[in-house]
């Protein structure tokens, strides 16, 4: 594991799109993992669904930050030759697929949960990014709006089945909702970046989707029977490169074979 | 009728069965496609688009209980099916459709 890794530049606009890109390829990275072990057939296949759809959409992104930095990184060099601290995904991307962090392959409540309020997001800021100013994240987000929306209606239904289901899986996603609701907070988090984005009319202020995505969010807690948590006035800093300690050791499954035969061709 | 078999303790638990039948974007009619076990109609649907349709657009879906589905007896097939075979005049098959006529 000895090989170099890569930096890129601090332009906003490159940040902005990695924010987004790393997101979707992390928690595909997670979703993977359930890939033979969901409680049934169909929905293995839905949660693979779910995670090739994500890698799609942050290899377009990765590629678009990548010509915008200017270094010539490719998506894979993107994705396999950086560090923690130069992936700029929230947090909540990162966190292992249960409630207590040890569970394998994961707490499929919690996977839902996380899974529908990731979708939700995303079905928010595609809906916006339809309009930006860079024509090919324009058509990323156009082709992303349609599978983020499937998504956020699948998982809905299991966030509902599961909240109004049985004692037991009603108090699994009571513990996945305490658990999940602080990281929630930076998914509406802005800065510098997300101004200059804005301003440049590359995409909105994540702040902007919060209204719609409380709503949305609401809706369905109350179907399932699940109380509002408090709102906690933590932000985690994974957009910064400040990550949890589960994000090392992710990406050291990640690319441990690029690392160890680094410009391999597959 | 014989007597209804003995449900086996294993398939207490299990979801009902239903069948997926599938209109292709440039076909004309479902097709049945195959089947799966799903907790109601609404979980059917989506299920049968992850597993047979991969999400195509324009896909059109339908999922039936197989339990609602009345088949026909095998064992009588002589009798349903044999005495069309000899008998071509039941069959439309001397007609020639201009080329601009599909699907016929």
Redesign the interface.
């Known amino acids: 594991m000895s090989t170099a890794s890569i930096q890129v530049g601090n332009k906003a606009d490159v940040h902005y799109l990695l924010r987004l890109a790393d997101a979707c390829l992390i928690l595909s990275q997670r979703l993977g993992e359930w890939c033979g072990h969901a409680p049934?057939?169909?929905?293995d296949?839905?949660l693979s669904?779910m995670a090739l759809d994500l890698v799609g959409q942050a290899r377009g992104l990765l590629t678009r930050a990548g010509q915008l930095d200017g270094q010539g990184h490719d998506e894979d060099q993107l994705a396999f030759l950086r560090d923690e601290r130069q992936y700029f995904n929230p947090v909540l991307m990162e966190l292992p697929n249960s409630a207590s962090g040890n569970q394998q392959p994961g707490d499929f409540a919690f996977t839902q949960l996380r899974n529908f309020a990731v979708a939700t997001w995303l079905q928010l800021l595609w809906h916006e990014l339809q309009s930006s100013s860079d024509a090919e994240v324009a058509a990323i987000a156009a082709k992303a709006v349609k599978e983020a929306r499937?998504q956020q209606q699948?998982a809905a239904?299991w966030v509902v089945r599961l909240g109004d289901g049985t004692d037991e899986s009603a108090a699994k996603m009571r513990a996945a909702l305490a658990v999940l609701w602080p990281y929630f907070n930076e998914l509406f988090a802005d800065d510098a970046i997300s101004a200059a984005a804005a301003a440049q009319g590359l995409g909105p202020q994540w702040s902007s989707l919060q209204p719609q995505w409380q709503a949305q969010m609401n809706e369905i807690l109350a179907e399932a029977g699940l109380a509002h948590p408090k709102p906690s006035a933590y932000v985690p800093s994974g957009i910064l490169g400040i990550h949890s300690e589960h994000m090392g050791h992710l990406l050291a499954e990640m690319q441990y074979l690029q690392r160890a035969y680094p410009g391999g061709k597959w | 009728m014989s007597e209804a078999p003995k449900t086996q303790p294993s398939s207490q638990n299990e979801w009902p069965l239903w069948e997926v039948f599938v209109r292709s974007k440039a076909g004309l009619d479902h097709k049945h496609c195959g089947s799966l076990h799903a907790p109601d109609a609404k979980m059917a649907v989506q299920m049968a688009r992850e597993v047979y349709t991969r999400r195509q657009e324009g896909t059109s879906i339908w999922v039936v209980l197989s339990s609602q589905i009345v088949a026909s007896d095998p064992g009588e097939k002589g009798m349903y099916f044999d005495p069309m075979e000899d008998k071509v005049y039941r069959h439309p098959t001397f007609y020639e459709l201009p080329e601009s006529v599909n699907h016929m």
Not at chain 1, 40 to 43: G, H, Q
């Open positions: 049934i057939l169909e929905e296949l839905a669904n499937y699948h239904d």
